[in-house]
């Protein structure tokens, strides 16, 4: 493992003014997301679809990295053009989706383990050849009446750790992503307790198994109340509290941490993460790896029609330019209005 290497990616990955694009959609999800603007799923279809994001050279100038999902690191545009390369020609990084999702954990009902350590070590020589220089796995923590419960917090910061670990040492950049679901009717404060404990485990198991934190990314939930609390948050307290738990739990050698949106709404996501950086003096940068807060407009613009990419483009160039503000604390719910 070269160490300065892999901060360099790292650095490169929260460069200020830009963030990370969650294209990893596995065959399942993006169905759902096409279901949802009447899009047929077909390899051709994601194809389309996703090298019109990458073929977007304003969206992709506030773009530092995207993550890949497996079928399309291997896929060509159109012109014959390997995707991977429309996005190094970007000035992006490309990085891959490793996990192979979530099964039930057994003896822990309703809570689930992240799966893909077997073979690892081969799938990320493999993609280091094809060019992806991070990677991500997902770990999943729901919030519910009695969970989560210490067995599932343990044995998922432990498999996070362990693909974190095969990452460096295949000189790729892991991102570790524990998220702790907003689906539950729990307040912000109950949010904020669990996220600590699983952020905690995380760390010490990153210890452990001897990662060394200045070459990876984290990839946390913010600290939001369920969807169904009676109790919203404002931007504020949400940013202020989200802040003060990072700085309990992320030790200041880890060079950014990338948010994911979790189900926020675009312009949720987006307003959180200007806050969390207008309050300033923090130890690592701040910046996000969404999914669907870039994606929901530019799909709908698509809507699976050819005559439609360039407002497809126009709709990930505005949000991108949004996110790419917020991560530098200057983005102001104005520049929404003008742009609709
Ligand atoms: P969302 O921003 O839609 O939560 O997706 C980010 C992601 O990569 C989840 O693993």
Known sequence: MNLSDLNDVAVAM???????????ESTGTIKK?????????????????????????????????????????????KDGTPLIKLIEQAGSIPGIKVDEGTHPLPFCPGETIT???????????????????????????????????????????????RYAALCQEAQIVPIVEPEVLMDGDHNI???YEVTRRVLNEVFRELRVQRVALEGMILKPNMVVPGKKSMKQASVQEVAEKTVRLLKECVPAAV???????????????????????????????????????????????????????????????HRAHMNGLASLGQWAAELERKAA
């Not at 950014?256 to 940068?285: C, K, V, Y």
């Open 189 to 191: 404060d109950r949010c």
């Open 115 to 161: 799966t893909g350590l077997d073979r690892l070590a081969d799938r990320l020589t493999k993609y280091y050849a094809q060019g992806a220089r991070f990677a991500k796995w997902r770990a999943v923590i729901d919030i519910g009446n009695d969970i989560p419960s210490m067995t599932a917090i343990h044995v998922n910061a432990h498999a996070l750790a």
């Open 33 to 77: 997301r096409f279901d949802a603007i009447k899009v047929e799923s077909t390899e051709e279809s994601r194809r389309d679809y996703r090298e019109m994001l990458f073929r977007s050279a304003e969206g992709m100038s506030y773009i530092s990295g995207v993550i890949l999902y497996d079928e399309t690191i291997w896929q060509h545009g």
């Open 14 to 24: 929260v460069t200020p003014g830009k963030g990370i694009l969650a294209a990893d």
């Open 255 to 317: 060079p950014g941490i990338a948010f994911l949106s979790g189900g926020q709404s675009d312009e949720e996501a987006t307003a959180h993460l200007d806050a969390m950086n207008r309050i300033g003096h923090l130890p690592w940068r701040l910046t996000f790896s969404y999914g669907r807060a870039l994606q929901a407009t530019p799909q709908k613009a698509w809507s699976g029609k050819a005559e439609n990419l360039a407002a497809g483009q126009r709709a990930f160039a």
